[in-house]
């Protein structure tokens, strides 16, 4: 049976309850137990697939094609573990779920209410997971704050949980602002016992309280939250801000934080070996050199919004040693008369992802200008498809060429729908999740992986038109990963330029801190090398 640990938040969001919980995952897994991380957001939208990257940050895919969380990110590089569908649930799809089966009839007519039926529906999500018999411990995170509205029926679900299967077998970790008042140069316990109130208010007891600080605070201080908020004082984590997300598990092992979670819920951890993490915030730490990159994307006014993508190109450069600074070019403001200005001191450019013809125009003038002066760079599925559009334009001469995403009427569809032509849909009906890639030996992909079929996440919906393939080869261009099944273009690359990839999946979603994504490496490697 799993133990389970539930993570809320309190005082503000933001502080960090997902990396508090990946960097315990990070710890109970280096001691020897298997650990399943959740994800429950209070808003009712079903999932993030059709949320606003700019307001809610980037969909996360998950290997079996669940559109989730940008958390869950944070879960799969953290502790190395392919979460799935089921690490992910919105108050939307949990609702929705209620709501279908009640049109079905499967609550035989009663009265359908948010307790039992929307609480009952919450823990048997919590208790699938269980009943899989795979993990030891299953960690997780209550989005929002304690005291939301809409967080109530997970709340409620969590409490009774701990009642049905006591102390022993469930703890509560309350991750919460301890505020520092510079005027009068103290912190201020006070939020942090309001909060706890509140949660007592709902009939939880946190066992744990980690207090976030905008630095370290003294030794009494726990000793005030302790006896105000009913935990022993060794329960009470400091967990001061750090320059890098990374060395937060070396933080909490400082606190012991892992043995306090087992000694209650009776887990037999192993030595802890945290070596490896070690190795790579040394890395960190011995990243000093910075290495530029410019992104062009559409979104870049919340860069969570690219969250992935940042992190892969971070850990790659700490693998080469190498701190990445990122430029960001908002691809709509790139025209004609001002792109060659605005990229001219660019080291290497990467082309993100994206959806709808937005600022499409100034991303085919970034990837133009990067094959143009031979500026490395990495194109990531729509950076994939305006490459290709780029060639076919400047290259093949085919003017009008497009993706029928942007020109439905194009006489040269190079980038376009191949299946379900017919769906008006927008949710689900893209190709999602992890697929096969077989890479063409002696290409640039093919030495960069250093293997011959990889597997890499998608999410989109179109795709490169195979009845272009011959001129695009003809012109030099080299197809180097193909999805055998249904042959699908997955990697494109340009010989005689010194760097120039890009490909129809998104190989941000598999980077983790001890396996940097191969491609961002070679990416940051060709700048480096440019440079030196
Ligand atoms: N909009 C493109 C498609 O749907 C690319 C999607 C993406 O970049 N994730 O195919």
Redesign the pocket.
Known sequence: MSKHIFITGGVVSGLGKGITGSSLGVLLKNSGLKVFMQKFDPYLNIDPGTMNPIEHGEVFVTYDGGETDLDLGHYERFIDINLTKSSSYSAGKIYAEALDSERQGGYNGKTVQVIPHITNLIKSKIYEVEKSNKYDVVISEIGGTVGDIESQPFLEAIRQIRMEKSKENVLFIHVALLPYLRVSGEFKTKPIQHSVKEMLSLGLQPDIIVARSEFSFEEKLKDKISSFCNVPKENVIECSDSDSIYKVPLILEKSNMHKIVAKQLNLDLKETNVDEWNNFVENINASTTEIEVTIVGKYVELSDAYLSVIESLKIAGYDLKHKVKIKWINARKLNNENYEKLLGNSKGILVP???GEEGIEGKILAAKFARTNDIPYLGI??GM?IACVEFARNVLNLEDANST?IDPNTKNPIIDILEGKNTKDIGGT?RLGSYKTSLVKNTLAWKLYNQDNIIERH????EFNNNYKKSFEERGLVFSGIYDEKNLVEIIEIPSNKFFIACQY?PEFTSRPNKPGPLFKGFLKAIIEKAI
Not at 459 to 462: L, M, N, Q, V
Request: with cysteine.
């Open positions: 992802g994206g959806f599925c729509l498809q995403e893209l999410r989109h919906r179109y998104h």
